[in-house]
């Protein structure tokens, strides 16, 4: 059985990696390393490999011929574009967001338990000031966990595993 040697880029590091496995053909060996979590770039025959003259470039620094169903990046010609989810809005903002979220998700959390436990010990009289308050309170904690989710809110993209170049998929 022959082998080959895939090279690609690992889908949890987005490091470039490659690995030899025997297969009975090119396509064989690339579902392996699918399988294996690899965004395959280049499949190569490793005896072919063995019987080439060494080669003037880095295998690593070839470009990267084109794949059905990888897209390589445009920007530095080198680089597999890899799906990720990114933060749309820049790191300040985002982590106001967090700053507005957690307290307010948290004291509506608390209004909701409070309102819970109110319905379980039946409280006899419940004064309708105390109803309005408590839904101008629940509302205004439900608008400010709006907005801090709205802060912190990702998108699915491209990314250049090299130079870190972003495409949006819509
Ligand atoms: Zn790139």
Known sequence: MPRFKIYGADSNTAKDTSITVAANSPDDAESIAVNQGLFVSRVV?????E????????????????????????????????????????????AIGYIILIPFLMSMVAEVGSLILSYIN????????????????????????????????????????KCGAIVNIY
Request: proline share 9%; with cysteine.
């Open 45 to 49: 025959e490793v005896e072919v490999v």
């Open 51 to 94: 019987r080439e003259v060494q080669p003037q470039v880095p295998a690593y620094q070839q470009p990267i011929p084109k794949r059905k169903g990888i897209a390589t990046c445009k920007v530095c010609d080198s680089g597999i574009m890899i799906p990720m989810r990114v933060y749309i809005m820049s790191q300040p903002v985002v």
């Open 122 to 161: 039946e409280w006899p009289v419940v004064p309708e000031f105390t109803v309005y308050t408590f839904g101008i309170i629940f509302a205004l904690t439900f608008v400010g966990s709006l907005l801090g989710w709205l802060l912190i809110m990702r998108k699915k993209v491209l990314r250049c595993n």
